[in-house]
């Protein structure tokens, strides 16, 4: 009875010891496990906030573009574009307020010639200095009548079109941000170069080998 008892209690501590073992050297392996990856992450930390590693942002050349045109060729040193964005969009910002404001001219004059109120005769402003107040409400009052309503069409068509241009305008603005920032940190080698050279064809079922010219390209 005491040797069973003798024998469990060895079995249970070789057991216990044979366990305690492992756990040690599961510990010891985890812990240079874990040494490794953290020296691992240190480096790629290096490299992702190393000033010479960073990548160039297209999302942020897109996103500054957005909240400011001119503001992604700035973030992509492309200085030179902003003039040519601000004098684009100064030229459409003043073909919109030309337009607009002839269209609102001629469309309340057009307004007013129909109602014919005593009070209300701004279409006097936009008569032709060849005619008078009575040739317009006499016997040129059709021509009157159709030139003011092609004239209010014709403003009103410009000046949407003005408005559908700024709008390019801004997309074009996005667009260019974006395709500058994908090329910015884009390397190609100064040998870029056309090589002329001869070469022999391999034969083929229908003729012997030939000789001929190859252009190679190297980039």
Do not use: C
């Amino acid at each position: 009875m005491l040797r069973r008892r003798f024998e469990r209690t060895l079995i249970i501590i070789l057991f216990l010891l044979v366990k305690a073992g492992a756990v040690m050297l599961y510990a010891q392996e985890a812990e240079q496990t874990d040494t490794v990856s953290l020296g691992n992450g240190n480096a790629l930390k290096e490299i992702l906030h190393s000033p010479e590693k960073q990548i160039h942002s297209p999302h942020k050349a897109t996103f500054y573009s957005a909240i400011l045109p001119g503001l992604g060729q700035a973030y992509n040193k492309k200085y030179w574009k902003i003039p040519i964005i601000y004098g684009v969009i100064g030229s459409m910002t003043y073909a919109i307020h030309f337009n607009s404001t002839n269209y609102n001219k001629y469309k309340n004059a057009y307004r007013d010639f129909l109602i014919g109120d005593p009070g209300n005769k701004s279409y006097i402003e936009v008569i032709p200095p060849t005619l008078t107040v009575e040739d317009v409400e006499g016997q040129y009052a059709d021509w009157f009548e159709e030139a003011l309503e092609n004239k209010k069409e014709y403003y009103r068509r410009y000046r949407d079109l003005s408005y559908i241009i700024m709008a390019g305008i801004y997309v074009l603005n996005l667009i260019d941000a974006t395709v500058d920032a994908h090329f910015y940190d884009f390397d190609v080698s100064d040998d870029l170069s056309m090589r002329i050279q001869p070469v022999i064809m391999d034969p083929t079922p229908f003729s012997q080998k030939n000789i001929g010219v190859q252009l190679s390209f190297n980039f």
